[in-house]
Nanobody
Framework: QLQLVESGGGSVQPGGSLRLSCAASGFSLDYYAIGWFRQAPGKEREGVSCISSSDDSTYYVDSVKGRFTISRDNAKNTAYLQMNNLKPEDTAVYYC???????????????????WGQGTLVTVSS
């Protein structure tokens, strides 16, 4: 069974940092691009960042550039999202998704992407 499990969410003050993890089981991430999406209350799920299977291409939405860093460790079958200088508008449930098509992740049409994790909640508040 293909499964992704996110972890690392929590509550932090503005300016704080969190590192999210996305662990895969039942399949190897080696040939998959990985994406991080988020969904705030009352809003649609949006793409945040993604990384190609070969680790040579990354994408960040403008609102997180310079603050978030995506990475992967294929030996651990895990991807990460390091989030620094967090802002209240970063509050959301964060999901990871694996897809063989990096461009599809960048395009961000969630109808055609998968598998997805269950999400991890990030709350940024003073």
């Amino acid at each position: 069974q293909l499964q992704l499990v996110e972890s690392g969410g929590g509550s932090v003050q503005p300016g704080g940092s969190l590192r999210l993890s996305c662990a895969a089981s039942g399949f190897s991430l080696d040939y998959y691009a990985i994406g991080w999406f988020r969904q705030a209350p009352g809003k649609e799920r949006e793409g945040v960042s993604c990384i190609s299977s070969s680790d040579d291409s990354t994408y960040y939405v403008d609102s997180v550039k310079g603050r978030f860093t995506i990475s992967r460790d294929n030996a651990k079958n895990t991807a990460y999202l390091q989030m620094n200088n967090l802002k209240p508008e970063d509050t959301a449930v964060y999901y990871c998704v694996a897809d063989r098509n990096f461009r599809a992740l960048v395009a961000g049409d969630i109808r055609y992407l998968g598998p997805w994790g269950q999400g991890t909640l990030v709350t940024v508040s003073s």
